[in-house]
């Protein structure tokens, strides 16, 4: 097998999608999954590179193993449930010290998985009037509103950022790592999967150059001619 040329890594707490997001991206369907056991991946062909998509378990009890899955990744894809404010939370308390041993120039996306499950604006208000009106409330939606906002997870992107000591204005803007999904619908998972690529291909065209700039040419290195050591002969 060809090693692959790039590597990604989902990270997050148990339960927030990590699986499915992976498994609607790479089989383009939703099957019920079990808690991930230590960590597994994909291989994906993106242009002329092959970029490995690691998913890791988000279980307390396997995270010592993190680090290791982040060894070497070009991006990490931190996974939040949009319902459920803790494992926002978790991601900068507990999984972004495992990125310590990924790339210097790792990027990062936020994710908030679970769209689906929450209410719709557009259906909160519009034709929803209540008795007053007259008229009935047309539809009881079993949907939540959503727990956790795309600002609160843009204020921990630039958290990272500054955590990291990476300068804002040479890194991918907030807007374009922070994403909402839904592993279910399918609503914006290939984005997501595929605007990382986009980013990290270059970031291996670059890498490879500068290894190719380091290789020294033994063949053209004359030899030294020996000299006598010493100064004092
Ligand atoms: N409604 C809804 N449910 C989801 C979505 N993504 C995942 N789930 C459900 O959430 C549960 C956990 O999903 P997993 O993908 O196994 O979660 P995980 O992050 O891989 O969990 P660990 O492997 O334990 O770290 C499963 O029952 C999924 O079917 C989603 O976008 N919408
Ligand atoms: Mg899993």
Not at 10 to 29: A, C, F, H, I, P
Not at 50 to 57: E, G, L, M, P, V
Not at 75 to 91: G, K, M, R, W
Not at 192 to 201: A, K, N, Q, R, S
Request: glycine share 6%.
């Amino acid at each position: 097998m060809r090693k692959p040329d790039g590597k990604i890594v989902l990270l997050g707490d148990m339960n927030v999608g990590k699986t499915s997001l992976l498994q609607r991206y790479m089989e383009r369907r939703f099957p019920d999954t079990v808690s991930t056991v230590g960590g597994a991946f994909y291989l994906k062909q993106w242009r002329s590179f092959n970029i490995s998509i690691w998913d890791t378990a988000g279980r307390e009890q396997f995270h010592g193993l993190g680090s290791m899955y982040c060894r070497g990744a070009a991006a990490i894809i931190l996974t939040y449930d949009v319902n459920h404010p803790q494992s926002l939370f978790e991601l900068e308390d507990r999984f972004l010290a495992l990125t310590e041993t990924a790339n210097n120039d790792c990027l990062f996306a936020i994710v908030g998985n679970k769209v689906d499950l929450t209410m719709e604006r557009a259906a909160e208000g519009g034709e929803k009037e209540g008795p007053a009106s007259g008229k009935a409330v047309s539809c009881v939606s079993s949907k939540v509103s959503k727990q956790v906002h795309p600002e609160d997870a843009m204020a921990l992107y630039k958290k990272i950022l500054k955590y990291k000591m990476l300068d804002e204005k040479e890194m991918p803007a907030a807007e374009q790592m922070c994403f909402e999904t839904s592993a279910k619908t399918g609503h914006n998972v290939d984005l997501l999967f595929e605007t990382l690529f986009d980013l990290v291909v270059p970031m291996i065209t670059r890498q490879r150059a500068e290894e190719s700039s380091q290789i020294v040419d033994i063949a053209s290195c004359k030899t030294p001619k020996q000299t006598r050591s010493g100064c004092c002969a």
